[in-house]
């Protein structure tokens, strides 16, 4: 009787260890069913924005791909939306491809997203210029809709264009970033009236929390 004891005891003991064994299972499947963070450790990840609320915008995610990292915030339901977004047009084409064809292509893109950034920024300038000069800024719904150009602590050109007064579409700010990386800020949000200014006021406090210094 003795020794049934003995082993029914056993035997409980090993069904609770057995038990407790497989909630550990369940939390590791559970921990490893969450994503990982695709900028952790990413040679952009010094640079990017604080994941948190920026001037009332909730972070909601970040994701990194080989030469680029975007970061989204706003509200889940869409009221507020935003997004960054950092591109290394001098990043070296990944090596597998180093002495292929999609090596020449991933370079060619590069250069091309480069050149054109630098084009549009120069030509968002002379537009502002020549709509002052002309008296022509009622086109855009008065100067405050005209392009900003602004620049960054280091002197890097940044633009901001805002679609025209009455009109639907997202705000830019776009910047050429040590004559390398591609910074680009978008929201269709309209805060105080959504004009050129106003917009830049919302986008360029957020290129000041970046760490853009710290890239090489």
Known sequence: MKRSLILLSALMIGATL??????????????????????????????????????????????????DATLVY???????????SLV????????????????????DAQNKLRDMTHSSLTLLNKTRETALQNGTADKFG?????????????????GVVAPAKGDTGDATLTGLI???????????????GGNTQAMRQLFVPIVEQMKLTALP
């Open 18 to 67: 057995h038990g407790c064994g497989g909630g550990d299972d369940k939390a590791k499947a559970a921990k490893a069913a969450v994503p990982a963070d695709s900028c952790t450790g990413h040679p952009l990840e010094v640079a990017l924005p604080p994941q948190k609320t920026l001037y009332g915008y909730p972070f909601i995610s970040r994701k990194c791909g080989y030469n």
């Open 74 to 84: 706003g509200n889940a339901d869409g009221s507020l939306h935003l997004e960054v």
């Open 88 to 107: 290394d047009t001098g990043m070296p084409a990944p090596a597998q491809d180093a002495n292929r064809a999609q090596a020449i292509a991933y370079r």
């Open 142 to 158: 008065g100067e405050d809709y005209l392009p900003v150009i602004d620049t960054t602590r280091m002197g890097d050109p940044l």
């Open 178 to 192: 040590k004559g390398r990386y591609v910074l680009t800020i978008t929201s269709p949000d309209k805060p105080n």
